[in-house]
């Protein structure tokens, strides 16, 4: 669907920006290189065959469990308008 990558990277931003990340709007995919960093994980562009999958998966679960709370919380929101 046209602009929905668009779409998720922006209320990427928004979201890590909001939980303290120091977020580029241009390129909101480059927190995971701060969230690493936090993590201790060493997280470079490029090839990052050494690292386990369990590091990635603290670095995305990181990123992604933040983002499912907001949605959960809009839509909580949302809900809560409409009674």
């Known amino acids: 669907m046209p ?4 779409g998720m990277q922006a209320f990427k931003a928004e979201v890590m920006k909001r939980e303290g990340y120091a977020v580029n709007p241009n390129q909101p995919d480059d927190v995971k290189y701060e969230v690493a960093k936090e993590l201790g994980i060493p997280l470079q562009p490029g090839d990052n065959g050494n690292l386990t999958t369990e590091s990635v998966g603290q670095i995305g679960g990181k990123i992604g469990g933040s983002m499912v709370r907001e949605m959960i919380r809009l839509a909580q929101e949302q809900i809560a308008n409409r009674e």
């Open 3 to 6: 602009g929905v990558e668009q």
